[in-house]
């Protein structure tokens, strides 16, 4: 069966662009009598708030974007995420890391990946010390042990993975000891997610993605980044820009009809 989902995080109201990612998801699915789910990326527990939770699930009832099952929270699944997380361990391909926020932010020459500089691998072979730390993916040990991978993106193709595009990117935060990369591939796995649709901004994550899929065993799914939504600047849509939340062009009498007409565009619709 096929089964697309929808993972905001409550930190915001859904604007434009949230509602392309979920219309993509939900066109494709209901056109082949598969299932949408909606799940609440939450780990980011010091920028939810608890009513988004339930503006989210309104935002969506009023596109007519009825999801499937009862949504899943993160953050009620770090049981499993530690699993993933000692599974890695136990692959010896995750490593403390102790530096501090400001300690990494002050790295001279850090080699520079899409979204900005990367991690150096500074703790990377050193001691286990006292304390909490967060645990970095050893991204060419990863490589060595899943050899050359792939996946499969309906608009790019097929995609030789880059183990390195991110670096040695967190996998558990000292704080939550998980992250997005390492949540989002255990819950996709989990939901038996079969189409992984969102932004294209994205994309660059699916490469450290497609790899912890390859070492936890997990299965791999098909892909479609979709095209982002732009403000009249041909700039991405922030979600302090309130202007164009679906709760405030509601509030201007916008109807649900107008606002998805607005989202049209071939690169992004999944065919
Ligand atoms: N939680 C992410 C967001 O709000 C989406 C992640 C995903 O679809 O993999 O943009
Ligand atoms: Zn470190």
Not at 68 to 91: C, F, G, N, S
Not at 174 to 182: F, M, P, R
């Amino acid at each position: 069966m096929i089964i697309t989902r929808f993972a905001p995080s409550p930190t915001g109201f859904l604007h434009l662009g949230h509602a392309l990612a979920a219309k993509v998801a939900f066109d494709f699915t209901k056109s082949r009598q598969g299932q949408f789910l909606l799940r609440f990326e939450d780990i980011d527990h010091t920028r939810v708030r608890p009513h988004f939770y339930q503006a989210i699930e309104e935002d969506l009832a009023w596109l007519d974007l009825q999801w499937d099952e009862v949504p899943w929270k993160q953050l009620d699944r770090i049981p499993q995420y530690q699993d993933a997380l000692e599974q890695l361990k136990r692959l010896g391909v995750v490593y403390p890391c102790y530096c501090t926020r400001r300690e990494i932010q002050n790295i001279v020459n850090a080699p520079q990946g899409p979204e900005g500089p990367l991690y150096p691998g500074t703790c990377r072979g050193g001691p286990t010390l006292e304390g909490d730390p967060a645990w970095r993916l050893d991204c060419k040990k990863a490589a060595a042990l899943t050899g050359q991978l792939t996946f499969s993106d309906q608009r790019g193709g097929q995609i030789e993975v880059d183990p390195e595009l991110l670096g040695d990117v967190v996998l558990a935060r000292k704080d939550i000891a998980t992250s997005y990369h390492l949540a989002v591939v255990v819950d996709d796995a989990a939901q038996q997610v079969s189409h992984v649709t969102r932004g294209e901004d994205l994309l660059p994550s699916t490469h450290v993605h497609r790899l912890l899929q390859a070492l936890l065993k997990l299965p791999e799914p098909e892909y479609f980044h979709h095209e982002l939504v732009l403000d009249e600047n041909g700039q991405r849509l922030a979600k302090r820009n309130d202007a164009l939340s679906i709760r405030s062009l509601r509030e201007k009498g916008k109807t649900p009809a107008e606002v998805l007409r607005a989202l049209s565009s071939s690169g992004r619709k999944l065919i």
